[in-house]
């Protein structure tokens, strides 16, 4: 009911940039929160960020500072900054986020996106 497709993944030198994207679409009504996760082989999925619909962000530690995320509620869209990239960011990202569909819009429903594969490497 939901569709989520991530663009932005790749390799980049340490101390480069990329750009995460991911656009929702389907019968949705409307989107609360939207988020970035991470997950290394072997390691649980961590937080990265998220925003609220009111434009609230929350950073984990380890992107503070370096990471900015950023939504575009017209094109149900959720970005993520990556500035200062470090080889410890080495892992794929995927973005969540939950969302009230037309047909049911209670209780929200949380999706995940296919995951992106970011290499920070020189």
């Known amino acids: 009911q939901v569709q989520l497709v991530e663009s932005g993944g790749g390799l980049m030198q340490p101390g480069g940039s990329l750009r995460l994207s991911c656009a929702a679409s389907?019968?949705?009504?409307?989107?609360?929160?939207m988020g970035w996760y991470r997950q290394a082989p072997g390691k649980q999925r961590e937080l990265v960020a998220t925003i609220t619909s009111g434009g609230s962000t929350n950073y984990a530690d380890s992107g503070q500072g370096r990471f900015t995320i950023s939504r575009d509620n017209a094109k149900n869209t959720v970005y993520l900054q990556m500035d200062s990239l470090k080889p410890e960011d080495t892992v794929v990202y995927y973005c969540?986020?939950?969302?009230?569909?037309?047909?049911?819009?209670?209780?929200?429903?949380?999706?995940w996106g296919q995951g992106t594969q970011v290499t920070v490497s020189s």
């Open positions: 969540q986020v939950r969302v009230r569909l037309v047909t049911a819009p209670f209780p929200p429903r949380e999706y």
């Open positions: 389907g019968r949705i009504f409307s989107i609360d929160a």
